[in-house]
């Protein structure tokens, strides 16, 4: 069955930097287009950044952007996301998500936290 399994959340300073990883297993990986997304406490679960299949295409919410990289192995299966400058405000947990026309699927997150 499909899996996307994150890892490399961690507790890190404002201003430091972090990569989180993401698996995908049971599917064809570079046929999905990947996003991140993020939940802040309490706060509903927001798009963060995306990159296409084959073409690696990219786009980030202008929150991120500058700040974030998102890239993906497909030979690994592999997504990631570069995140530097991190400020108390990307305290949150990261999903990796896998996208093809109807189809979307989910990990189970990475939790992000900033101390100031």
């Known amino acids: 069955q499909v899996q996307l399994v994150e890892s490399g959340g961690d507790l890190v300073q404002s201003g430091g930097s972090l990569r989180l990883s993401c698996a995908g297993s049971?599917?064809?990986?570079?046929?999905?287009?990947m996003n991140w997304y993020r939940q802040l406490p309490g706060k509903e679960r927001e798009w963060v950044a995306a990159i296409t299949g084959t073409s690696g295409r990219t786009n980030y919410v202008d929150f991120v952007r500058g700040r974030f990289t998102i890239s993906r192995d497909n030979y690994g299966s592999l997504l990631y996301l570069q995140m530097n400058d991190l400020k108390p405000d990307d305290t949150a947990v990261y999903y990796c998500?896998?996208?093809?026309?109807?189809?979307?699927?989910w990990g189970q997150g990475t939790q992000v936290t900033v101390a100031l």
């Open positions: 998500n896998a996208r093809r026309y109807s189809e979307s699927y």
């Open positions: 049971g599917f064809i990986f570079s046929r999905y287009d």
